[in-house]
């Protein structure tokens, strides 16, 4: 994660309502039930929330949105300089949106942990409808890493097979993987992960498409696909894995979009859990 985290506050979360997080996420049916839970649940709620915290901080602390701030990445190059208002702003909820991130990393720990207790081994995860199997596959060997203690072995794993999985479902909508062929007559290109979220955000929900975007792709948040695919992180640790092991759940439950007569629809904070 980078350097630099300016805006912050203190939240006392009692533990009795972390507890009653993980026992909701666990339940009392089965192993599948519950990483379908798990995966429905987004560490992200509706934007204007974060807005709302910025702007309250921002008013107590008039200073952080004056003075030019910067944002040092892998080797110490900056990757973020905030001088205006409206940067300070933007740069302020990544910074908050990514502590929130970092406190689920560790609610993550403790929820996969229940889950195992509760129903033995996860190693078998989810069917996926929309995931290619051989991608299945290799999430379920990861989480096999994962319960083996092999964090770092588990993320290296996962990561790659997330971006392949949102690939497969920019395929399924029709959305484009590919650039389009160059003028010189050079073949066209693989999008990179982050443009080809930014092309799906009208398909995603928007909480979907903001922690997609800051865990996997953000150079000024967690940026876990580039930092392990690019060599640029010693090791992954625990939270790493526990996170990319949510997204994957998350995104196993991602399907079509209810007609509105459907009753029943997968809620997230109000988001639908759909695409």
Known sequence: MPSEIEISAEVSIPSEEIDKFISQIVGDDDLQSALTRFGVSLPLGDLQK????????????????????????????????ADD??????????????????FHGYLYVETLAAIKGRYGSIESWLDAPMIEP????????????YEQGEYD??????????????RSIARQLGFPVTGSQHRDGRLSEVKSLRPLLDTLKIA???????YLKLLLVDQTSFNLRNRISHGLIDEAVQTDAALL????????????????DEEEWLTTGGQEATV
Do not use: W
């Open 134 to 145: 051989v991608v299945v596959e290799k999430v379920r060997a990861a989480v096999a890493l």
């Open 153 to 166: 072995a588990a993320a290296s794993m996962l990561a790659p097979r997330i971006e392949r999985a949102i």
């Open 245 to 260: 092991i949510h997204a994957a759940c998350h995104l196993s439950v991602l399907g079509p979009a209810p007609s509105p």
């Open 50 to 81: 974060s807005l709302d915290f910025v702007e309250e901080m921002l008013r107590e602390h008039p200073l952080q949105g004056i003075i030019p701030r910067m944002t040092l990445g892998a080797e110490n190059a900056m990757i973020r300089k």
């Open 204 to 210: 995603l929900p928007d909480a979907t498409h903001r």
């Open 85 to 102: 208002e409206e940067e300070h702003r933007e740069a302020a909820v990544t910074d908050y949106e990514t502590r929130i991130l970092g």
